[in-house]
């Protein structure tokens, strides 16, 4: 038996929702414009607005991508056939090629969706970690996605470590008797 699926609730729209009870198209515009009957960026925006505004940026403010963004929050367009990133398109025109596959083009300010020039450098995967632990948008502890705990949790295992075993603290705060072994050790948490 066929499941049918729910049609996007975008008048006319003849596609099945994906998510939010649209299909993938307006979803996607709604996600990274704030409307979901925005029509397509036209072609050349992106080149245009990095030639125009960015490159001639010579303020220290970040400037917004004012484009499409991906779901990692950085800026995207097309250009020759591809999707390019914004900001790592930039960092190569002004800072010259990457020196290796694996560097980053970072964010000195800290804002993932600066294109600002004078704002972004090639650095190491370490480097730009650093860099984010400095700026606090690293995704450590209660930022990261799969967290259960809070900085005051971790605190309060490691308090009650000699009073309470480590399966009871697990118990306790819904992570394994391992889990609460490492943050009383600090492998894990280490930074608190």
Known sequence: MSRSRRPCSIPDCTNSAHAGGMCGSHYWR???HGDALAGATPKGSGIRFIENVALKEEGDECLKWPLSINQRGYGQFGHGGKTMIAHRYICAVVNGPAPSRTHHAAHRCGNS???NPRHLQWATPVENNADKIGHGTGNKGE???LSKLSVEDVLTIRRLAGSLSQREL????????TGASM???RVRWPHV
């Open 143 to 145: 930022r990261h996605g």
């Open 30 to 32: 709604w996600k990274t």
């Open 113 to 115: 969706w600066c294109v």
């Open 183 to 185: 943050i009383i050790r």
């Open 170 to 177: 697990g118990a306790r705060f819904g992570i394994s008797q």
